[in-house]
Structures are given as structure tokens and as C-alpha cells.
């Protein structure tokens, strides 16, 4: 009796055990509901500016109303097209002027190579007069008082871009925009030929009022590293050249042209014996191109005045 008890027993064990299978099946197959994620609300879309790049800095600089915004900008939508059209226009011409000018060059063709290059300049005449009418069109937009703050602000710039290893100050920069609004009425009035003259002496005042000795320094040496940049100086040779151009120019008054190209001839020649090694003396040997001599024409001698013919 007691073994069939416990035969009975173990078989509804079983049963129940087999019972309680598809309940645990279905409820692995059946996942929980997630709980829906709440959405950010999105930001509202920022309204597209009218101007971009560097008419953007002209709109801040000249605190353009919105109107002058969109006027600039209805320009510059024609300008783009015009760009398009012209590029259309020319750039199979300018492809074949490009091969002509090449082949002429491989062939030592001079007659050729100048047809080609005179063709070639023609073409780009055209679209800096295409970018200098609307350049026009877009400074007409501006008051006199804004013209005088671009202006101002382009020649800072300028000024910053010519006299990078100086690092400029903020007081030194004020002092710039002081000098400029001095000459601003000359600058203004003068013609494309006076106005390149009068922002060179412009550029001279910069260089030797407001400048330090230090920077000046600094600024000669980094245009020496520019024409040698292929070299690579090291630090020391860095160093060494800053040390020649001290040398050289200490007492040379440096505003006179003559006086400041031959101390400039002495820290080169300084550079080019004392400071590179022979390996880059080489290298400057094999990118300098040949001179070539041209041959001397003997000049009639006048007739003596008196003289009997």
C-alpha cells in the first residue's frame, strides 16, 4: 500500500508540474508593456540668417538695419547667378587656354605661351569686373558713416594679417583705428592708385609708432622663414638669424629704403654662409632657376653737336 501511495503521489506531482508548463511558456512569450518615453518638445528652428560669411561681420560691424540685410543679400543671389553664368560660359575656353599654355611651355614656345596668357588674363579681367560691379552694388548700400566703419574695420584686419608675429595688443589696436580715422577723409577721396600709396604710409606708421623694437623684430624674421619656409630652421637656427638681423640693423634707420635693403642683404648673406647647413644651402641652389644673360645691344653713339655729318 505504501509504494502505491507514493506511486499515486509522484504522478500528480508530474501532472501538476506539466500543467503549470504552458502558463510559463506564455508568459516568456508575452513581454511587459513598455512605458512610453515622454518626448522632449523640440527647440523652435532658429531663424536662417540673411547674410553669411563675411557680409555677416559687415552687418555686425555696421549694424545693417534689416532691410540693408535683405537688399545685400537679393545681391547676392544675382552675383551667384552671374558667377554661374560666367564660369558656364568660359570654362571650356579656359581649359583649352590652360592646356595651350602648358604645351607652349613644354615646347619653349614664347609666342605662344604669351597669346595664350594674354587670352587667359582677358578672361580673368572679366570676372573681377563681374565681382567688382557688385562689390559696388553692395557698398552703395551702405551709409557714409557705415563705409567709414568697414573701411576701418578692413584696414585693421589688414594691419593684423601684415603684422601677425607681432600679436598685437588691445591698446595697440585701438591706436591702429586711431591712425586710420585720421586719414580716413584722405583714404576715402583718393583713387584706387593714391589709396594703395596712402595705406603703405599708413602701414609704415603702424611699423614705427606703434610697434615696439621687439615686434618689429619679430616681424622682419618672420618674413625672412616665410621666403625660407622650405628649409625647415630649427629653433636654434631661429635664434641665430633673430640675432644676425639685431646685428645688422641696430642704428640703420630702417624708414630709408636703400639703408634698410642693404642691412636686410647683410642678415640674408648672414643666414645663407653662417646659419644653414650645406644640405640647405643645396636645396636653395636647386629651386633657384638659371639666370639667363641677355645678350648686350651695342647703343648708337649720338652725333656730336657741331659735328658735320
Not at 34 to 39: D, L, W
Not at 158 to 167: D, E, L, M, N, S
Not at 188 to 197: M, N, S, T, Y
Not at 225 to 253: H, M
Request: charged share 35%; with cysteine.
Amino acid at each position: 500500500m505504501k509504494r502505491l501511495s507514493m506511486i499515486l503521489a509522484a504522478a500528480c506531482i508530474m501532472a501538476m508540474a506539466a500543467g503549470s508548463l504552458p502558463a510559463q511558456e506564455g508568459a516568456e512569450a508575452a513581454p511587459k508593456p513598455r512605458p512610453k518615453r515622454q518626448r522632449k518638445p523640440r527647440p523652435p528652428k532658429k531663424k536662417r540668417p540673411l547674410l553669411r560669411g563675411m557680409h555677416a561681420r559687415m552687418a555686425e560691424v555696421c549694424g545693417l538695419s534689416e532691410d540693408q540685410q535683405k537688399q545685400i543679400a537679393g545681391i547676392n543671389t544675382e552675383r551667384g547667378k552671374a558667377r554661374k553664368a560666367h564660369y558656364e560660359e568660359t570654362k571650356d575656353q579656359v581649359a583649352a587656354l590652360r592646356e595651350a599654355m602648358k604645351k607652349a611651355k613644354e615646347s619653349k614656345d614664347k609666342e605662344a605661351n604669351a597669346k595664350a596668357r594674354k587670352e587667359y588674363s582677358a578672361l580673368s579681367a572679366k570676372g573681377r569686373d563681374l565681382d567688382k560691379k557688385f562689390v559696388t552694388q553692395i557698398m552703395a548700400v551702405l551709409t557714409p558713416e557705415q563705409k567709414v566703419k568697414w573701411d576701418e574695420y578692413q584696414f585693421v584686419l589688414a594691419v593684423k594679417r601684415k603684422f601677425r608675429a607681432a600679436k598685437l595688443t588691445d591698446e595697440q589696436v585701438n591706436k591702429v583705428k586711431a591712425l586710420y580715422v585720421k586719414e580716413a577723409a584722405v583714404l576715402a577721396g583718393a583713387d584706387k592708385k593714391a589709396k594703395a600709396a596712402a595705406r603703405n604710409k599708413l602701414y609704415a606708421k603702424v611699423s614705427q609708432e606703434i610697434l615696439t623694437e621687439e615686434q618689429r623684430t619679430a616681424v622682419a624674421v618672420a618674413g625672412l622663414v616665410g621666403r625660407y619656409r622650405k628649409l625647415k630652421l630649427t629653433d636654434d637656427q631661429l635664434a641665430q638669424l633673430k640675432a644676425a638681423y639685431v646685428k645688422n640693423t641696430t642704428g640703420v634707420n630702417m624708414t630709408d629704403r636703400n639703408a634698410a635693403r642693404q642691412a636686410m642683404n647683410k642678415v640674408t648673406e648672414a643666414l645663407k654662409n653662417d646659419i644653414l647647413t650645406p644640405e640647405q644651402r643645396e636645396q636653395i641652389k636647386s629651386s633657384r632657376p638659371p639666370r639667363v644673360k641677355k645678350p648686350r645691344v651695342a647703343k648708337p653713339k649720338a652725333a656730336k653737336v657741331g659735328t658735320a655729318e
